[in-house]
């Protein structure tokens, strides 16, 4: 009630203050007219006749604001060529006092009224501002993203939690009812995409921060593990090529993740559409892959823990506003200590079909060089304009990495290039990339560079002979289509997982 009051007296105090300005102004008009038979004698000495005493001795008994209208606004006393200060100076000669100082005083009176009542009307919006509905949702969903110290969600299926120190003040354990009206309770119009373990969901928080909600899928067996997987690696995962996490959020059977929200969708979304595809030409393709191997050299060299991606793939590649990319979808990652350079065996084989290291698909081992070859098979698709996995033949092959090896050899590479990218200006660095990404799908996993390696050689500045790669994996195999690669969802990722025992630096 009191905060009604408050603004109705605002509301009231401004209202007071401009009819009077209005009045004014088209009132001052016909003053002026009425004393415009003063004319002829504002520079005589004599008494003037009643035909000029008379308006101005009504002005001053009856309508002082009349009169000191002309003194306000001069210029429009001067469309009937009176002077103001001569014609105010007539009321002494009438037998009045002069009327020029009463208005300066009523002047300064009337400029006290704003100088008071804004500051009022200011102070009573902002109580209003403060105590509304909207700005109490916009603080507390600030206040959420900002707020510093432990963080913890409970994990349902056991006694295990995730513990948050607080000491990564960008890291944020939301509350499910924000969620929940950030996408407008997860509806369809605001689904960007499905992935293996659940959907993803665009989103605005009331201070207009835009975001995108990974929920996963209640009836994933590994849900909850793949949860944990990737809450507790990308929060400590800092890097321009890597999608930034903000938090996550757990109730009962909802697990979700809110990363920061990136408008051009996925990497597959230009590269195998050829209408979107025209849109990007080789600089912007260079400056993708570039990315991409910036941030695998992260994760594999750089990072607090050395981590394998094993699911790297153009849908898993996202792009900002300006077609930056950045590596996402952490859910299958494998973590170690920083000095762990071994190959590691694992009993399940997860990934997508097309882009799985040899020796990963048919031995479970698996270690850097996984990503390595993963990267290869990529930048092989970028170029091309291809998939690796499906039905389409290649040339005589049914992979696109028999088909590249074979123009390869033949010295027809540039055939493999998509014909949107052409002219041949850039052919040195087309050359390049195509070498590179064959060196990257080398048989044996030695024979891969590190992506140390692969930046290095990516660089123009650069002038290094690269090595003449060998037969490739998969030389004339027939790989698997990628959208078959799951029995679960229409994702490419098959929904077996198993977690590592992380060593942090």
């Not at 005083?105 to 009573?124: C, E, F, N, Q, T």
């Not at 929060?235 to 109730?251: D, P, T």
């Not at 799908?441 to 650069?462: C, F, G, H, I, K």
Request: with cysteine; aromatic share 8%; hydrophobic share 40%.
């Amino acid at each position: 009630m009191a905060m009604r009051m408050a603004v109705a007296a605002a509301v009231a105090v401004l209202c007071v203050l401009a009819p009077p300005a209005a009045a004014q102004t088209s009132r001052t008009p016909d003053c002026a007219a009425k004393l415009a038979p003063c004319a002829p004698y504002i520079n005589t000495t004599g008494t003037p006749p009643d035909t000029c005493c008379g308006p101005i001795k009504d002005a001053v008994e009856n309508d002082l604001k009349c009169l000191c209208g002309l003194y306000a606004t001069p210029e429009i006393f001067k469309a009937f060529n009176i002077n103001v200060t001569q014609a105010l100076g007539v009321s002494k000669r009438c037998g009045l006092s002069d009327t020029t100082e009463a208005c300066k005083r009523r002047m300064s009176k009337l400029w006290a009224i704003p100088i008071v009542a804004v500051p009022l009307a200011a102070a009573a919006f902002l109580c209003f501002l403060f105590y509304s509905p909207w700005f109490r949702r916009y603080r507390k969903g600030r206040a959420m993203r900002l707020q510093a110290g432990s963080r913890r969600t409970q994990d349902l299926q056991g006694d295990e939690e995730l513990v948050w120190d607080g000491k990564n003040s960008e890291f944020t354990v939301f509350d499910f009812e924000q969620v929940l009206v950030a996408t407008d309770h997860f509806s369809e119009e605001n689904k960007l995409g499905q992935g293996g373990f659940g959907a993803v969901y665009k989103g605005q928080f009331p201070d207009g921060l835009q975001i995108a909600v990974k929920r996963l899928a209640s009836h994933s067996e590994q849900g909850f593990t793949e949860f944990k997987n990737e809450v507790q690696l990308i929060a400590k995962l800092q890097h321009r090529n890597l999608v930034r996490l903000l938090g996550c959020c757990s109730q009962e059977e909802e697990k979700i993740l809110v990363y920061e929200y990136l408008p051009n969708k996925s990497l597959d979304f230009f590269v195998f559409d050829e209408s979107r595809r025209a849109l990007m030409d080789w600089s912007k393709l260079l400056v993708i892959i570039e990315g991409i191997a910036h941030g695998l050299l992260y994760l594999h060299k750089h990072s607090r823990l050395r981590v394998i991606h094993r699911d790297l793939k153009p849908r898993n590649i996202l792009l900002d506003g300006e077609m930056n990319p950045k590596i996402s979808d952490f859910g299958l990652a494998k973590i170690f200590s920083s000095n762990n350079t071994d190959r590691n065996t694992t009993q399940r084989v997860v990934g997508t079909y097309g882009y799985m290291a040899p020796e990963y698909a048919s031995e479970g081992i698996f270690s850097i060089k996984s990503d390595v070859f993963s990267f290869g098979v990529l930048v092989l698709e970028i170029l091309s304009g291809k998939r690796n996995s499906g039905s389409q033949q290649c040339g005589g092959f049914i992979n696109l990495i028999g088909y590249a090896w074979q123009l390869w050899e033949e010295e027809r590479w540039i055939e493999l290039v998509d014909a949107s990218l052409f002219p041949k200006s850039h052919s040195a660095d087309m050359m390049r990339c195509i070498n590179i990404a064959l060196l990257c799908v080398q048989e044996n996993a030695d024979d891969r560079p590190t992506m140390a390696d692969v930046v290095s050689m990516l660089s123009s500045e650069t002038t290094t002979i690269l090595a003449e790669p060998k037969q490739p994996a998969y030389f004339n195999v027939r790989v698997g289509n990628e959208e078959g690669s799951t029995t679960a969802t229409e994702s490419c990722s098959i929904n077996d997982m198993t977690v590592s025992v992380t060593t942090p630096r």
